[in-house]
């Protein structure tokens, strides 16, 4: 990979400490795994959920060993209704309170229009749009009734920008995504809620090199101003500043973690 090398690591400063979060889609080396620990090295406590049971448990027990008694892990398909309400209740119950909601949980594929199916097109939609929609909902409803505000944070995409061939139903689902973050922002300003979004380019993680081909991957690479990929850690890194104090004026925004944008 050519391009500018990836900064240092940047140890935490305590922004989240006292709060809880609740990170979907955080059992893997992604986005996801790497603001459960970013939260949990700025001083927050965090519940994990996945649909994968043994990847969660198995990243759970990671994050434990390095912030013992901080991490909670509750599998969670957030395509399933009552298994999002259960993620939630399970935050109130075990950590007392909730402050801060990563809806992370995406899935993609690549298909041309003309070829994809129902059931493709449906899938994505489902987890990437809907299950942001049914965690903002359960989030949403807790924020109104605790009094306390709170903070949610979207993962959307740069995809939901632009075009890029094979992807019309994960930038249609990011899209979306955007769109939801913008109202859901208007709608919770007055019970003190803040809803923003980050939407990143490219993210390298271990699953991502499986299913995505070398050329594909260095082409995406050259398009950003670096020319290269992101480290998963500097997209939780906005995320954290998103989730912080130092964002208490921000809300509706999509802010891109990428060199692409409009």
Same mark, same amino acid.
């Given at each position: 990979? +050519?391009?500018?090398?990836?900064?240092?690591?940047?140890?935490?400063?305590?922004?989240?400490?006292?709060?809880?979060?609740?990170?979907?889609?955080?059992?893997?080396?992604?986005?996801?795994?790497?603001?459960?620990?970013?939260?949990? &090295?700025?001083?927050?406590?965090?519940?994990?959920? /996945?649909?994968?049971?043994?990847?969660?448990?198995?990243?759970?027990?990671?994050?434990?060993?390095?912030?013992?008694?901080?991490?909670?892990?509750?599998?969670?398909?957030?395509? /399933?209704?009552?298994?999002?309400?259960?993620?939630?209740?399970?935050?109130?119950?075990?950590?007392?309170?909730?402050?801060?909601?990563?809806?992370?949980?995406?899935?993609?594929?690549?298909?041309?229009?003309? /070829?994809? +199916?129902?059931?493709? !097109? +449906?899938?994505?939609? /489902?987890?990437?749009?809907?299950?942001?929609?049914?965690?903002?909902?359960?989030?949403?409803?807790?924020?109104?009734?605790?009094?306390?505000?709170?903070?949610?944070?979207?993962?959307?995409?740069?995809?939901? !920008?632009?075009?890029?061939?094979?992807?019309?139903?994960?930038?249609?689902?990011?899209?979306?995504?955007?769109?939801?973050?913008?109202?859901?922002?208007? &709608?919770?300003?007055?019970?003190?809620?803040?809803?923003?979004?980050?939407?990143?380019?490219?993210?390298?993680?271990?699953?991502?090199?499986?299913?995505?081909?070398?050329?594909?991957?260095?082409?995406?690479?050259?398009?950003?101003?670096?020319?290269?990929?992101?480290?998963?850690?500097?997209?939780?890194?906005?995320?954290?500043?998103?989730?912080?104090?130092?964002?208490?004026?921000?809300?509706?925004?999509?802010?891109?973690?990428?060199?692409?944008?409009?």
């Amino acid at each position: 990979m +050519t391009g500018v090398e990836s900064p240092e690591y940047v140890p935490g400063h305590g922004l989240l400490k006292g709060r809880t979060a609740v990170v979907t889609a955080a059992a893997g080396a992604g986005i996801g795994g790497a603001t459960a620990r970013r939260f949990l &090295e700025e001083g927050a406590r965090v519940l994990i959920s /996945d649909a994968h049971a043994r990847r969660l448990k198995e990243h759970a027990a990671e994050l434990a060993g390095e912030h013992p008694g901080a991490v909670t892990a509750v599998p969670c398909d957030v395509t /399933d209704e009552a298994q999002v309400q259960g993620l939630f209740d399970t935050a109130v119950r075990e950590h007392g309170r909730l402050d801060i909601v990563v809806n992370n949980a995406g899935l993609g594929g690549t298909s041309a229009l003309v /070829d994809m +199916t129902d059931d493709q !097109w +449906t899938r994505v939609l /489902d987890v990437t749009l809907n299950g942001t929609f049914r965690c903002s909902r359960a989030a949403l409803r807790h924020f109104r009734e605790s009094g306390r505000g709170g903070v949610i944070v979207n993962n959307s995409s740069v995809v939901g !920008w632009r075009a890029q061939a094979g992807q019309a139903h994960y930038a249609a689902a990011k899209a979306g995504v955007m769109a939801l973050t913008r109202c859901a922002a208007i &709608e919770a300003a007055g019970y003190g809620v803040r809803v923003n979004a980050v939407a990143p380019s490219l993210a390298m993680h271990p699953h991502l090199v499986k299913v995505t081909s070398a050329e594909l991957l260095e082409e995406l690479a050259a398009r950003e101003a670096f020319g290269r990929y992101a480290e998963p850690w500097e997209v939780a890194n906005a995320i954290v500043f998103l989730a912080s104090g130092y964002s208490s004026y921000l809300t509706g925004e999509v802010v891109s973690v990428s060199s692409q944008h409009p």
